[in-house]
């Protein structure tokens, strides 16, 4: 891919993968920093123990950072062709991802569907959205495809990033000590926001290449 690119296009596909990266390290990493190593808390695992405090649906939120990156990757693959194998193998990958968010079989069924429906859905979204590409792939690009990017990066980042900051008051309370905001918190919002300012960046630069070029006064 990147032969065809400039070298401005070829720089902000390295930023983008990064940014991509940092999130799904961050999902991997430390959000909640507690007293003992039992306690600090990875993302993968802050969304089934943060239940226990009586959030609710609410803590659904915390299983958007790989939902996100699968949608991001699958609205990519929009603008690829479909005769290559790394188009496929990208749409694949969104799926695997956001997969990462699939509830535990015990949960789905000894738990109510208010616990892990909203997660199911999204996954569907993910994989939906994969075979949508698929049809718009066959199309001239459609640059609108970055502000969709753009929003999913900074839903990925920001949501569950606030949501970590609602609910520490609570986890602080019940620890009965200060909680801090572990690299996690961190990685998942600065990879989302360089996801979304790339996506952005991308989309101003087409529009600027559709203006039709200005005449010079005679």
Known sequence: MRAYLSRPQAIRLDLLILGLTAMFLGY?????????????????????WIKFLGVGPRR????????AIGLI???WTALWPNGRW??????????????????AVAAVASEPRSQWLARLLLIGLVIAASGLSAGLATRPPDRRVWLAVALV?????ALPAWQYLAVRPVVAE????????????????????????????????GQQKRRPPQRQPS
């Open 86 to 103: 790394h188009t496929w193998a990208a749409r694949v990958l969104a799926a695997a991802v956001a997969l990462l968010a699939f509830p």
């Open 174 to 205: 019940v620890m009965r000590q200060p909680i801090g905001i572990g690299p996690g918190v961190w990685l998942n919002g600065l990879g989302g926001g360089l996801v979304a300012a790339v996506a952005m960046s991308e989309y101003l630069a």
């Open 28 to 48: 991997f990493a430390v959000w909640l920093p507690g007293p003992g190593v039992g306690l600090q808390l990875i993302g993968v695992e802050i969304g089934e």
């Open 153 to 157: 990066a900074v839903a990925g980042a």
């Open 60 to 67: 659904d939120l915390f299983y958007l950072p790989p939902v």
């Open 73 to 75: 990757l699958a609205l």
